[in-house]
């Protein structure tokens, strides 16, 4: 038996998310990298029910509940009381959904960006307000159903590039993870806790209950993801320097992915033709951001070398 | 084990709401429809049944996965990645 | 040491006396000099302090919720629009029991735009939860920021507090004020020990999801708490006039004990009352006045006491509830309603929008009052351009 991931657990079973919860999944892996010695700011989001009803918690690392938008303020705030307090070691991570981060909660992010805070921020992305009962938010990808977005009038707007608003604030550490790829989720968060200033992860996390996909495909769906090239997993270095994690040598289809969710069963030939088309660009475009990028950390790697 | 924290009024809370226990005496395997099943003769030990359980209810046993189903919610995430097909899923009573 | 200090550096001296570990804040007019003078002393190491420069001040208050959770001792400061935006998160600082103290400069809420004074910013958190004191001097301000510190972070209490003084007429008035000592400040506010506190090594989840059955419980526990700073505070205040020789008390009484006829005013409105007061004892009237200094908890018994012998009484008000009347007149008539002695209770507003209120202001008031039995308006518009 050889684990690929470290066996703390810090996610305690009984906790209350839905049969094959990507973001439940999402939280085992990051306590995994970071250890007991975490405080979480939570702002509204599936995570501030799944963790249980007072007097209970799911984690073994504390937990401050704070208001929708408010995740990275008020995780600025508990790193600066905690240094004040002399305690320099504890990570101080925001963890938020998609709404919360993507939308409501963008403005303290960029704040704590720009400013560089001490902090760690992960998103689980589930596309939707799925604790609301799956509205569309500005993670949706186009074309999806969800509860404002009807099959007769589906979203119209792409998903926004929140990895690429985050680069653009110079961060140290901006990452995509996923909940198919574990062992690159650990080496992330890791990665994220041992680099001073702010970071920002980027979780994928399919949700079975908004996305109208068996509970067992969850991984599948994570995994197919990245396969199809749909949310590829990378990592930018003080907002300019690119690494591709995976590269599908076969990529898959994106009907292969859309075809187990309901979400999109609405979907025409054409759409999905456009759909792939969006994909492949956009892919592209991610190749010809991390191509200098390469070179560079090539470069660098000769230099040691010598 | 988190026994089920007695607060009758406000003279048994905190000032505000805190946990004072884990979610463990949440037994949420009642939840379950159809429960996966290890044969350990295919089972490899490869652990990824383990890894990929969003309840955290595969616990790791002399080595090998051992399904909690006081936990357990029927997700079969674990059955549909297991590589060697070796976890079958059987209809709850 | 004595000082000349204008009203916002009077807060930004406060906090630094109260030594202040975490500071998030967000510029407004009138409370910049509170914010650029503390960045000063911070920068200078006059105050070992983390200085959060946010970009609102809904992150000001949430940041300040954060570090004040983890156990340090947290301020910030804000005005109008700014107190206004906070608004979500007052309520987060009283149901999450973060004893932050927050000073507030009283400006008037747009639109149309301004930066005059009056006290509907304030007033309109009313209901959130906030142990709120409206001062009258930069002296006052400063102490009551030491002071507010005390009673907030005490195990009883854990709930915010907000001090109050008014746009420019005080924020921006220097005057005399006498510095106390850091190391008696230190005696009678010592570190904080946070009672719970958000710490990896004894790991608690706060906040949690709660429902109808524990919920109610808890908003009592925070009503017990507001009830049992109002005796802390009045303690809070003897003690410190033992260590500095000022005290404030929760309403402040002038001229009362045989007056006939009292007024009742906050802030700097007060000090231009009580010499219209003084001026009229002068000539023979009886006349007293009521200022106002703890708005919440409301101090029932002491105004009760202090106003139920009068023959009329005239509760001058800087805001407004639209549809109601001010706002002071409303509580202060509620809390004698059942009352076995009643006096007629006249209610004016006065000063919106930063309008002076001069000792003619105050003079009108008493001439209007004079000629009425008992009160059949519920607003009585002073200074009005008609």
Same mark, same amino acid.
């Given at each position: 038996m050889k684990l690929t991931i470290p066996e703390q657990e810090l996610m305690q079973s009984g906790h209350l998310a839905c049969q094959g919860c990507g973001a439940t999944l999402a939280m085992r892996y990051a306590l995994k990298a970071l250890g007991q010695n975490t405080v979480l700011s939570i702002p509204a989001c599936c995570w501030s029910v799944i963790d249980g009803p007072f007097p209970y918690s799911s984690l073994k690392v504390p937990i401050f509940h704070t208001a929708f938008e408010t995740a990275a303020s008020a995780a600025s705030g508990m790193e600066a009381g905690l240094e004040m307090m002399g305690d320099k070691d504890t990570q101080v991570v925001a963890w938020a959904g998609d709404g919360g981060t993507f939308d409501i909660g963008i403005q303290a992010l960029s704040g704590a960006a720009e400013r560089n805070d001490n902090i760690m921020y992960i998103c689980y992305d589930n596309e939707a307000y799925m604790n609301t009962g799956i509205q569309r938010s500005s993670a949706t990808p186009r074309l999806s159903w969800t509860t404002t977005t009807p099959e007769n009038h589906p979203k119209e707007t792409p998903k926004k590039d929140m990895v690429g608003i985050m680069a653009?604030?110079?961060?140290? =550490?901006?990452?995509?993870?996923? %909940?198919? =790829?574990?062992?690159?989720?650990?080496?992330? %968060?890791?990665?994220?806790?041992?680099?001073?200033?702010?970071?920002?992860?980027? %979780?994928?996390?399919?949700?079975?209950?908004?996305?109208?996909?068996?509970?067992?495909?969850?991984?599948?769906?994570?995994?197919?993801?990245?396969?199809?090239? %749909?949310?590829?997993l990378y990592e930018i270095f003080n907002g300019v320097d690119y690494k591709i994690n995976v590269k599908p040598a076969k990529p898959k289809p994106v009907t292969e992915y859309v075809k187990l969710q309901g979400r999109f069963r609405h979907l025409t030939e054409a759409d999905i033709k456009q759909i792939q088309r969006t994909v492949d660009w956009e892919w592209e475009r991610l190749l010809k951001m991390a191509e200098g990028c390469e070179e560079t950390e090539e470069k660098k790697g000769k230099k040691k070398k010598k | 084990m988190t026994e089920k924290i007695d607060i009758k009024g406000e003279k048994d809370m905190p000032a505000m709401a805190m946990s004072l226990g884990l979610m463990d005496w949440n037994k949420t395997g009642s939840w379950r429809n159809l429960r996966p099943v290890i044969d350990y003769e295919k089972c490899t030990r490869c652990m990824i049944c383990w890894k990929f359980c969003p309840d955290a209810c595969i616990l790791?046993?002399?080595?090998?996965?051992?399904?909690?189903?006081?936990?357990?919610?029927?997700?079969?995430?674990?059955?549909?990645e297991c590589p060697r097909d070796a976890i079958s899923v059987v209809k709850e009573e | 040491?004595?000082?000349?200090?204008?009203?916002?550096?009077?807060?930004?001296?406060?906090?630094?006396?109260?030594?202040?570990?975490?500071?998030?804040?967000?510029?407004?007019?009138?409370?910049?000099?509170?914010?650029?003078?503390?960045?000063?002393?911070?920068?200078?190491?006059?105050?070992?302090?983390?200085?959060?420069?946010?970009?609102?001040?809904?992150?000001?208050?949430?940041?300040?919720?954060?570090?004040?959770?983890?156990?340090?001792?947290?301020?910030?400061?804000?005005?109008?629009?700014?107190?206004?935006?906070?608004?979500?998160?007052?309520?987060?600082?009283?149901?999450?029991?973060?004893?932050?103290?927050?000073?507030n400069i009283n400006r008037a809420m747009g639109p149309p735009w301004t930066i005059w004074t009056d006290q509907n910013d304030s007033l309109s958190q009313r209901d959130t939860g906030l142990i709120q004191y409206y001062c009258e001097s930069n002296q006052e301000v400063l102490d009551t920021v030491i002071q507010a510190f005390k009673v907030?972070?005490?195990?009883?209490?854990?709930?915010?507090?907000?001090?109050?003084?008014?746009?420019?007429?005080?924020?921006?008035?220097?005057?005399?004020?006498?510095?106390?000592?850091?190391?008696?400040?230190?005696?009678?506010?010592?570190?904080?020990?946070?009672?719970?506190?958000?710490?990896?090594?004894?790991?608690?989840?706060?906040?949690?999801l709660t429902g109808p059955d524990r919920y109610y419980e808890l908003r009592y526990k925070i009503e017990r708490s507001m009830r049992e700073a109002e005796g802390l505070i009045k303690e809070a205040d003897e003690e410190f006039d033992k260590l500095f020789g000022r005290k404030y008390g929760l309403i402040e009484t002038h001229q009362i004990e045989d007056a006939e006829t009292i007024l009742v005013a906050s802030a700097t409105v007060a000090g231009t009352a009580r010499t219209v007061v003084d001026e009229l004892r002068a000539k023979g009237e009886k006349i007293g006045l009521v200022r106002v200094r703890v708005f919440r908890p409301f101090p029932f018994q002491e105004i009760r006491k202090a106003i139920e012998n009068a023959h009329r009484v005239m509760v001058i008000d800087r805001n407004i509830s639209f549809g109601h009347s001010g706002i002071f007149y409303q509580e202060v008539k509620a809390a004698m309603y059942n009352q076995p002695r009643r006096p007629p209770i006249f209610g004016y507003i006065a000063g919106l929008g930063g309008r002076d209120?001069?000792?003619?202001?105050?003079?009108?008031?008493?001439?209007?009052?004079?000629?009425?039995?008992?009160?059949?308006?519920?607003?009585?518009?002073?200074?009005?351009?008609?």
């Open positions: 653009a604030h110079r961060i140290p =550490y901006v990452a995509t993870c996923s %909940v198919a =790829y574990p062992e690159d989720m650990v080496k992330k %968060v890791k990665k994220a806790k041992d680099t001073q200033g702010c970071k920002f992860i980027h %979780v994928f996390a399919p949700c079975p209950t908004g996305w109208r996909s068996a509970p067992e495909t969850c991984v599948k769906l994570a995994r197919l993801a990245v396969q199809t090239k %749909v949310f590829p | 790791i046993r002399d080595e090998e996965p051992v399904i909690d189903y006081d936990y357990c919610k029927g997700c079969l995430i674990c059955a549909e | 040491m004595k000082k000349v200090v204008m009203g916002n550096h009077a807060l930004s001296y406060g906090a630094m006396l109260a030594r202040a570990q975490v500071i998030a804040a967000y510029p407004i007019t009138p409370q910049t000099e509170v914010v650029g003078f503390l960045s000063e002393l911070c920068a200078d190491k006059l105050l070992d302090a983390k200085f959060i420069k946010v970009e609102s001040e809904h992150s000001a208050m949430a940041a300040s919720i954060g570090a004040s959770a983890v156990g340090a001792r947290t301020f910030t400061a804000t005005s109008a629009q700014g107190l206004a935006l906070m608004h979500e998160m007052l309520h987060w600082a009283v149901g999450a029991r973060t004893p932050v103290v927050l000073g907030s972070e005490n195990e009883r209490v854990l709930l915010p507090a907000m001090i109050v003084l008014d746009a420019f007429v005080l924020s921006h008035t220097s005057e005399v004020v006498d510095m106390p000592d850091q190391e008696l400040v230190d005696k009678y506010l010592p570190r904080r020990k946070a009672t719970y506190r958000v710490d990896p090594k004894d790991p608690h989840s706060f906040g949690n209120v001069t000792p003619e202001t105050i003079a009108e008031i008493i001439e209007d009052a004079g000629k009425r039995d008992r009160s059949e308006e519920d607003i009585i518009w002073i200074g009005l351009k008609p």
